[in-house]
């Protein structure tokens, strides 16, 4: 069974920075997209960033790009959101998000396992 546990939400001041981690385990993912989305209240979930399992290809929504970093670390199936220059707006509760195969998708609903989502909140 696949299981996502982020971690590494808090509060931080606007301009601030926050590293968002996803442990993913229950089957190898050499051959998944891994994602990163985040939902503000009363808004539809969004997609963020994904990154594959292999190579060096990542994938940014364009309110982050510039601000935001996907990575992964292979050895220990965790996959990361380094997030600078955090804006109130920024603020919502972040998933990490995986499907098989190798095509980026920005609608969550083209995922297939989530994990419970990590609180993020930039103060003004």
């Known amino acids: 069974q696949v299981q996502l546990v982020e971690s590494g939400g808090g509060l931080v001041q606007d301009g601030g920075s926050l590293r968002l981690s996803c442990a993913a385990s229950?089957?190898?993912?050499?051959?998944?997209?891994m994602g990163w989305f985040r939902q503000a209240p009363g808004k539809e979930r969004e997609f963020v960033a994904a990154?594959?399992?292999?190579?060096?290809?990542?994938y940014y929504a364009d309110s982050v790009k510039g601000r935001f970093t996907i990575s992964r670390e292979n050895a220990k199936n965790t996959v990361f959101l380094q997030m600078n220059s955090l804006k109130p707006e920024d603020t919502a509760v972040y998933y990490c998000?995986?499907?098989?195969?190798?095509?980026?998708?920005?609608?969550?609903?083209?995922?297939?396992?989530w994990g419970q989502g990590t609180q993020v909140t930039v103060s003004s």
């Open positions: 998000a995986a499907r098989q195969g190798t095509v980026y998708y920005v609608l969550a609903k083209r995922y297939d396992f």
């Open positions: 990154i594959k399992w292999s190579g060096t290809s990542t």
């Open positions: 229950g089957r190898t993912f050499s051959n998944y997209v």
